[in-house]
């Protein structure tokens, strides 16, 4: 109700027209301005979404085997355990991202990749056949290196 109060002094401001063109543009206005901020809403509400707090335990979904920097690592290698360790101390909060990033020291996996660079994670991963990004924004000295081919 008070939107729509709103929108009548705005155009009662704009439009100080008398008579059935005034009628009509006022319904017109009161129109264009619920849709805009409708649509105002719906991207608020999307951007919320997105920046969203997750908790995501990786570490109990990590495949048997990774790739990384074209060495195969399995359940019994150091690179291995320190990574299913971080995964598994750092829950929360993980959060949606929309952008791309330049891999850094990827562990390559079936159903997932996980990018680590000196402050974040990113973590590419299908959940039920579509994929999703997720970041978690850490230090990463301990699951982090260099790899010839990214250097």
């Known amino acids: ?21 005034a009628v009509h543009m006022k319904k017109v206005l009161y129109a264009s301005l619920s849709i805009i901020f409708s649509i105002i809403l ?26 990384i920097c074209d060495k195969e690592i399995n359940e019994k290698s150091a690179e291995y355990i320190a990574l299913k360790t971080w995964l598994a101390t750092h829950q929360l909060p993980w959060n949606s991202i929309l952008v791309s990033f330049a891999p850094t020291y990827v562990y390559y996996g079936k159903d997932i990749n996980i990018n680590v660079n000196n402050s974040a994670v990113i973590v590419n991963y299908s959940d039920d056949g ?16 260099k790899c010839a081919k990214y250097s």
């Open 1 to 21: 109700m008070a939107l729509f109060a709103s929108l009548s002094i705005i155009a009662n401001y704009y439009l100080p027209l008398s008579g059935a063109l």
């Open 42 to 67: 719906i991207i608020g509400s999307v951007l919320l979404y997105l920046d969203r707090d997750q908790k995501i335990d990786f570490s109990k979904h990590l495949p048997n085997k990774l790739t």
């Open 130 to 145: 579509e994929y999703k990004q997720v970041v978690h924004r850490a230090d990463t000295t301990e699951i982090s290196g």
